[in-house]
């Protein structure tokens, strides 16, 4: 029997991305950072799986790039189409987990992470992660984020048993500012980049997917979650989505 996880990472493996997010927006972000004006860049994509948003930092700036996942198919993938691309000598792969980092104090120019900071925690995230940025280095995230004040039952009773941490965005800036950061800018993803970027091409992997495993009801029971997950954002996209938050470390922790 395979268990979930397994089923996940084939589910994903193939995956442009592995959750909502764009180019446009990780260059949006880019521009808020201050990045592009600075050159011989150390920069680590923590939690990057396939590495979409790797591969436009690769194209974009100056740096050598670490990027990390704990899925070593999603690296490999990362690896051949970085490679195709030209930007393998600039994208270095690291099997490593988010809490336990291979960078010493004050390494890195910038930290990236899009979509993959809830596995370890907002809070814990930016926290932990803070040390090992240089004075005045960057920190990009994208985070689940609440867009209203109010939300209907439903809502917030799901993301209170799947990720009790969502908030608003001056929530999550006031968090980062409690870590040592100031905030250069936020902007919340458009659905596009849940719909057309994520979902729809998830959507288009089923078939494929339940073949591979021969109709399992393993594999039907994950497909249903997955259909269960995007019909929650499809009704309630007005109340929820990511936020992208562009931070500099301050002078104090």
Sequence with gaps: MVDELELLIDLHRDGERQGPGGADQTRLALDLSGLREKTGLKIADIGCGTGASTRV????????????????????????????????????????GMDALPFAPGALDAIWSEGAIYNLGFERGVSEWRRFLKPGGILAVSELTWFT????DELNRHWAEH????????????????????????????????????????????????????????????????????ALYERYAAYFGYG????????TP
């Design 57 to 96: 930092l690769a194209q974009d700036l100056d740096a050598d790039i670490t990027a990390l996942d704990l899925v070593p198919d999603f690296l490999a993938g990362l690896t051949d189409q970085s490679q195709g691309l030209g930007l393998r000598g600039r994208i270095e792969t690291e099997v490593c």
């Design 244 to 251: 992208f938050y562009v931070a500099r470390v301050g002078t």
């Design 149 to 152: 004040a109010e939300r209907p």
């Design 163 to 230: 990720y009790p941490e969502v908030a608003t965005a001056s929530d999550k800036i006031a968090v980062l500012e409690r870590a040592g950061y100031a905030l250069l800018g936020y902007f919340p993803l458009p659905e596009a980049c849940w719909m057309e970027a994520y979902y729809g091409p998830l959507r288009a992997r089923f078939p494929d997917f339940l073949a591979r495993h021969e109709n399992s009801n393993e594999a039907q029971a994950l497909l249903v979650a997955e259909e269960a997950e995007i």
